[in-house]
């Protein structure tokens, strides 16, 4: 079906809107089923008495790690917790995201979006805003885990490169000393798929600040820039690491879960402002998208989740270049295939949308590590003011989520990554003293 709005008289305008609701709360009551066994009758039976707003303003950027936000508009889940007037946006890039959130819908900008995790704290910090103005934000939960990929050019395809990118250091500098122009493209400074890059190119000896220059290219141009050159080497979320392999451009070296296992990934994150007015629309909104993740982990859900996700309004891809990494199934345009991988992006399980201080301090740790926050930056005081996993308590109890898919503490305690190297939450400057490459004197 085309997604293009109906065009018709305007007072049919009230009429479609109630059509579309009662088709969404329908849709609901008929996604109940396909939930987890035991859920269906509690989440319907959830309150949504008291909402201050039925309306909010989301943004989001073109990837799968979205999925929650598109099956909640498209299962009816908003609609289904009396928010039904939400708007789920699509954003050019991750740069408009941000603008967009400094402007609030009051100003036509958003309330809140799927965002890089650690955005809402460059934000909310004044480190990437118009003249370093604060805007306070909070993370009411994590949208996914894992799920991202390091690709690399054909150019390189004679290396076959994969966790190591120990033999990608030669070749760069070959490549520079012909006087060519090595990059590597990344989708915001500070965000996660600028560390992913970051932390293997470092782990096999290659500086990302000084062997090669970091680019930012927004995720759907991804594919077209390095199709003509532009770059690479490149991290993002799917469909774009299987689109350049189905376009015969590149290829995957890993998937970042390989990286650090269950890592975690994109944010669900609100303008404080918008929380501060609207605690119980809040909670309604967060309910709505743990039922959409819920609905999302299910395996027998996913061809309908990649068909979703896949339309025009939100991806704009074909299916093709989405279902089979979705449903874990990895083919990495060298020879290598791997069946039902581990590293499969996770929407639910393993705490997924639980959102972890410890994760928080290690993302701000390694902004910190590349030279984005200055190195006596208070991270525990910031990770205080803008992580609302109460909040997410408060959802999640409401929505009579089993108590052993509630963490029991803020920490998922001691990191290990590929590389032998360990994240410990209680002493995150042992961890920085272990890096061997990083921008800090």
Not at 166 to 180: I, S, T, V
Not at 235 to 262: F, H, M, R, S
Request: overall charge neutral; aromatic content about 8%; glycine content about 8%.
């Amino acid at each position: 079906m085309d997604d293009t709005p109906f065009k018709g008289h305007p007072h049919d305008a009230k009429r479609r809107h109630f059509l579309k609701q009662s088709l969404t709360v329908a849709g609901a009551g008929a996604a109940l089923g396909l939930l987890p066994p035991g859920l269906a009758s509690a989440v319907w039976a959830a309150g949504t008495d008291g909402l201050e707003t039925t309306t909010a303003k989301l943004g989001f950027i073109a990837l799968t790690d979205a999925a929650p936000l598109f099956v909640a508009d498209e299962k009816g889940f908003f609609a289904k917790h009396g928010m039904t007037g939400v708007e789920v946006l699509k954003q050019s890039s991750w740069g408009t995201t941000r603008d967009n959130l400094v402007l609030g819908s009051a100003a036509n900008g958003i309330d809140g979006a799927h965002i890089l995790t650690p955005m809402p704290y460059l934000i909310a910090a004044g480190k990437v805003t118009p003249n370093n103005q604060p805007v306070p934000m909070y993370i009411v939960a994590r949208l996914n885990l894992a799920g991202q990929c390091i690709s690399v050019g054909n150019e390189h395809a004679d290396l076959k490169l994969g966790l190591d990118s120990a033999p990608f250091k030669a070749a760069l500098a070959a490549k520079r000393a012909g006087g060519k122009t090595v990059n590597a493209a990344m989708t915001f400074p500070g965000g996660t798929h600028d560390l992913w890059l970051r932390y293997w190119l470092a782990a096999g000896g290659i500086d990302p600040n000084k062997d090669l220059s970091t680019i930012v290219v927004p995720p759907p141009q991804m594919v077209a820039n390095m199709k003509v050159g532009s770059m690479d080497s490149f991290c993002v979320c799917e469909p774009w690491n299987a689109q350049l392999i189905n376009q015969k451009i590149g290829y995957t070296a890993n998937t970042t879960g390989e990286i650090w296992d269950k890592h975690p990934e994109k944010a669900l994150a609100l303008r404080a402002d918008y929380v501060d007015k609207h605690p119980n629309a809040t909670k309604a909104l967060l309910k709505a998208v743990m039922e959409a993740q819920m609905f999302c982990e299910q395996p027998q859900n996913k061809e309908e989740v990649a068909e979703i996700c896949a339309k025009r309004r939100w991806i704009n891809a074909p299916v093709a270049d989405i279902i089979e990494r979705m449903k874990g199934n990895f083919d990495y345009g060298t020879g290598k295939v791997v069946k039902d991988s581990p590293h499969i992006m996770r929407y639910w399980d393993d705490f997924a949308s639980y959102p972890f201080k410890s994760h928080d301090l290690w993302f701000l740790t390694e902004n910190k590590r590349w030279g984005y926050l200055p190195k006596d930056f208070d991270s525990q005081a910031l990770i205080a003011k803008v992580n609302r996993s109460d909040l997410w308590r408060q959802a999640a109890t409401e929505l009579n989520v089993p108590s052993a898919q509630i963490p029991d503490s803020d920490s998922r305690g001691i990191e290990t990554f590929f590389d032998g190297k360990t994240f410990d939450p209680q002493n995150p400057q042992a961890y920085l003293d272990s890096l061997s490459i990083k921008a800090l004197a």
